[in-house]
Structure formats: C-alpha cells, structure tokens
C-alpha cells in the first residue's frame, strides 16, 4: 500500500503539470508572437519540472530517482529562463535582441551541463537512502544550489518587477497580480524550510505556485494581461476594448485625456465618453476642450481577431490640433482666393471692360498727339484684363482636389486656338509652326489651354526684340508628347530655370517667378506632365511642355 505522504506529494506535483498542460491551449491564443512563445515554453517546461519530481518520487532505483530529480531540477531553470523570455516580451523588450544575449546563453547552458553532470562532482547535490517517513532517497542541496537558487529567485523577481513597471506605465490596477504573485510564493516556503521538517522532501515546491499563477493568469487575468501589454506599448492614449466594445484596459495618456475612464473596466465605452465612442465609425477629428483649450484628435481602431472572429480592438488617440489647425488655416486662405477670384472676375475685369471700351471709342477723337498715350492705355488695359484672366484661372486650379477629375484632350486642335488667340493679341509677333502638330490626346481638363497660352505670352511680353519671334513644334514617343515653344528673346540664365517657375517650397515667392509661370507649373503637375526650359542656339529659350498620351483601352 503506498504512503499517504508520498501519495499527498505525487497529486500535488500531478495536478501542476496536468494545469500546466492544460493551460497550453490557452496560451498558444495569445496574439503577440514573442508573449506567446514565452509562456508556452514556460508551461511545458513547469509541467516537464513537475514530471521529474514525480519520476524521483516512484522510480524503483537510485539512478532512475536520481535521473528525474535532475530532468526536473533541469527544467526548473529552463521556466526562469522562459519567465525572464515571457516578461521581456510581454513587455516590449524584444529579447532575441536583448544585449550580451550570446554571453546569457552560454551562462544558461554552462549551469544546465553542471546540474547534468552532477553525479560526476555532487557539487550541486548528494544522496542518501532513508526509510523515514517513508522509503525514499533524500537529497542534500550543497552550496552551489543555493547560490543558483538565489541567482534563479533574483531573476524571477526582475522579471515581476518588469511586470510591475508596465501596469505602473499604464495606469493599471495591479493588485490582482500582486495577489496572484503572493499565492505562487507560498511554495518557496516549502523549499527553503523542506530540510528541517519531516513530511517535506528536500525539493522546490515552486511548481504548484507556479501553475497557480499560470493558471490564474490565462483564465482569470488573460484578458486583462492582453489589453495592458497593448496599451502599454503606446506613448499615445490608447485603450484597449473587447469584442462588445467594453473597457478592458487603458494606459495613462488615454486616463489622463478621459477622465471618465477611472474605474471603467468592464463599462461600454459609450457609458465612459459617448464622443469618443461615436468616433470610431466616423471619419472626422474629436474635439476635446480641457483648461480652456481645444485639442483635435484622430481616433483609430485596430481589431484583433481569433480566426475570423473579432476578440478585441486597439483604439489609439492621435493628436492632431497642429494638422488641423493647419488645414483651418489652408480653409481660410481657400475661401480667401475664392473672394479675390469673384472680385477679379466679376468687378476688377468689368471695370477694365468699361475702361477699354471707352478708350477705344475715343481711337477716332483725339489729334496725334495723344494718340500715343491712348495707345498706352489700351495696351494696359487689355494687359490687365488678360491679367484678371490668368489670376482667374490660378486662383481656379488651387480650388482643385487633389486628384483633379481629367478627360482625354485633344492636343492639335487646342494648340490651334491658342495662337489664333495670340496672333489677335500680339499682330506685331511673328508666330510659326515647325512640322506638324501631334494628332493625340492627352489627359487634362479645360485649364490645359492656360499652360499654352501664358506660355507664349511670356514669349512675346518678356522679349526683347523688335520682332518677336515665337516657333512651335511637337515631338511624341509611345507614352509622352513634348510641345516645345521657342522664343528669340534674352534667355534665361541657368540658375534661373527652375525659379522662374516657382518650383520648390517657395512657390511664388521663388525670384523671377510669375503667377502664369507659376499656374503652368501647378497645371502640368495635375496633368501628370512637366515643364521646363532650355536654351535656344544661338539665343533665346525653349518652353518644353511633356505631357502623358491617353490611349483608349481597347487600343492598348
């Protein structure tokens, strides 16, 4: 018949590797990679400690009891090392990249081959046969177990206090595992007192402390470990919220901004702040006041799933009030230009009408000589109208989105407008086509005849002959056409080239830069094209204008 005592041992020791086995499943849901291999290494290795100690306590040899007394006492250093794995991954120590790993590791397997070895020096232990209370071989820790006990113990602690550290980060109640912390030590007591009382072996009890706690952790403290490494892995407010959108977890940011979540675990989140629970379906910022002040956040929301099943959500709370005062400001200038584009289009380009009119209706009533100042008058009239036209249009394609909506564009015969345009505009230059226009199209919109225009414009009032002389050609490739407009005017020296339209952060404050040079840049950016210039032999400049073919799909 077997000993009671021996039999109390075998449960005890049977019922932690079986809670320990037991409790892998469960562990093997955890969703961090590094967490989870931490803990099912450690469950395996504390069930495979509880294993030994059963071996010790029934193998029917002195070897065979020495031999499971050394797998356990192997496997019982294998669960601090993955404790220390667990801890360190849980909270956000990466540990395959921790520091002097290669040296921590050889450590590990120099003690693992010592407690091997054993039986060749009994450094760590020695033995001896009794029959009190009952039949079995008693061990006598020597002195290197108990400095690797304490080296072990101090490990277990730093871990714990990693643990501790986190829940402080986020804000977490942290009694409940101080208690399960506390219900797992009993044991050690067991260990350090086991020599001097009768009904206790020599041995480390720490086993069923340790698949307590383990199994207190995954089924009554699983969720909650879960929502805290993921809150406590963000600077940013964030919390934590399970699959009917109640509060599991929280870190200090997001406590400070919600004051509402104090003692909310558990609660809706609409119950805690219904703005911020309306935020996550919707796509605009959350405005929240505090000491006078507005502040503007995104919310976020990342779910985590179990399979196809939604366990949980991560909502992160971004700070945005410098973007989005920004983007104010970006309203204001828009509604802004939107005010100057009416009173250019509507009172600034009437008034010049009424002027223009008038003058020339006075053409045929002075003597000679005002002819000339009236010439003057007319030509800055009609300046200042073709002026109100390309603040128009600038203004315009600033209001555009960006991804402005474009259609296939004819090329040849909007170029052929453009100079019919200019030749009425500007009789005494001399405007030329080189070759053939390109028969494509190009995708743009409506504002693609501004590019042209303000470019040959630009080629007739900055030149500085007598005769201005403007030629034009095109060139094509199977993807892109170029328009090139040459001019026989001064040039454009090379530090000039990209200033002049206003390329850059500048913009308009770029030296050289002009409203139509710079509206053509913006332009045939949104067109998805380019433009630049060239010199022109042996004096001048060439506008190069490239811009994408639109070919229809069924000839693609």
């Known amino acids: 018949?077997?000993?009671?005592?021996?039999?109390?041992?075998?449960?005890?020791?049977?019922?932690?590797?079986i809670a320990c086995v037991a409790a892998i499943p469960q562990a093997r849901k955890i969703q961090?990679?590094?967490?989870?291999?931490?803990?099912?290494?450690f469950l395996g290795s504390v069930a495979l400690w509880s294993g030994g100690y059963i071996g010790y306590l029934i193998a029917p040899t002195r070897s065979g009891k020495v031999a499971f007394y050394?797998?356990?006492?192997?496997?019982?250093?294998?669960a601090v090392a993955a404790w220390l794995y667990f801890c360190a991954a849980y909270t956000g120590r990466p540990p395959r990249h921790a520091p002097f790993r290669n040296l921590i590791l050889g450590t590990f397997l120099f003690f693992i081959a010592l407690?091997?070895?054993?039986?060749?020096?009994?450094l760590y232990f020695t033995t001896e046969w009794v029959t009190e209370p009952f039949p079995h071989l008693v061990i006598h820790h020597e002195l290197l177990y108990w400095i690797v006990l304490g080296l072990s113990y101090a490990a277990i602690t730093v871990g714990f206090f990693v643990l501790m550290e986190r829940f402080y980060h986020t804000g977490s109640d942290s009694r409940p595992l101080v208690?399960?912390?506390?219900?797992?030590?009993?044991?050690?007591?067991?260990t350090i007192i086991g020599g001097q009382i009768d009904w206790l072996h020599p041995l480390m009890y720490e086993p069923p402390g340790v698949a307590l706690f383990a199994v207190g952790t995954l089924f009554f403290y699983r969720q909650r470990f879960e929502g805290i490494r993921l809150t406590g892995e963000s600077d940013e407010p964030a919390i934590f919220l399970d699959q009917d959108t109640c509060v599991r977890d929280y870190n200090q940011a997001a406590r400070r901004l919600f004051p509402g979540l104090e003692e909310s675990f558990g609660k809706p989140l609409t119950a805690v702040n219904t703005a911020l629970a309306d935020h996550l379906t919707k796509q605009d910022v959350l405005a929240i006041t505090q000491n006078d002040e507005t502040r503007y956040?995104?919310?976020?929301?990342?779910?985590f799933l179990a399979g196809e099943v939604t366990t949980g959500q991560l909502v992160t709370v971004t700070d945005v009030t410098e973007r989005e005062s920004y983007r104010k400001r970006l309203e204001e200038k828009t509604?802004?230009?939107?005010?100057?584009?009416?009173?250019?289009?509507?009172?600034?380009?009437?008034d010049m009408a009424v002027i223009l009119g008038w003058a020339e209706i006075l053409e045929d009533h002075i003597d000679e000589d005002g002819e000339e100042a009236l010439e003057r008058v007319l030509q800055k009239s009609r300046h200042v109208i073709q002026f109100t036209e390309v603040a128009r249009d600038f203004v315009e394609?600033?209001?555009?989105?960006?991804d402005a909506e474009l259609e296939p564009i004819k090329l040849q015969p909007l170029l052929d407008a453009e100079l019919a345009a200019v030749r009425d505009s500007f009789p005494d230059a001399h405007f030329q086509v080189s070759g053939e226009l390109c028969d494509v199209s190009v995708l743009a919109n409506e504002m693609l005849s501004s590019v042209f225009r303000n470019i040959l414009e630009n080629a007739v009032r900055h030149n500085d002959k007598e005769t201005p002389e403007v030629t034009i050609s095109c060139e094509e490739d199977s993807d892109t056409v170029r328009v090139r407009i040459a001019d026989n005017g001064p040039g454009i020296p090379d530090n000039q080239k990209d200033q002049i339209f206003g390329k850059g952060e500048k913009g308009l404050d770029s030296p050289g830069s002009g409203i139509g040079l710079y509206l053509v840049h913006l332009l045939t950016n949104q067109f998805g094209g380019e433009v630049w210039v060239e010199d022109k032999d042996p004096n001048g400049s060439v506008f190069v204008v490239e811009l994408p073919i639109h070919t229809p799909l069924n000839k693609r």
């Open 335 to 350: 509604e802004q230009l939107e005010a100057l584009n009416r009173v250019v289009r509507h009172d600034i380009r009437n």
């Open 115 to 122: 407690k091997v070895t054993n039986p060749l020096h009994n």
């Open 1 to 17: 018949m077997i000993d009671p005592l021996l039999l109390g041992h075998l449960i005890i020791f049977a019922l932690s590797a």
């Open 297 to 303: 956040y995104d919310v976020s929301s990342t779910p």
């Open 397 to 402: 394609s600033l209001s555009e989105d960006a």
């Open 70 to 78: 050394i797998l356990g006492f192997v496997f019982a250093f294998v």
């Open 179 to 190: 208690v399960l912390v506390g219900l797992s030590g009993l044991p050690a007591g067991a």
């Open 32 to 41: 961090h990679p590094g967490t989870r291999e931490g803990f099912v290494v």
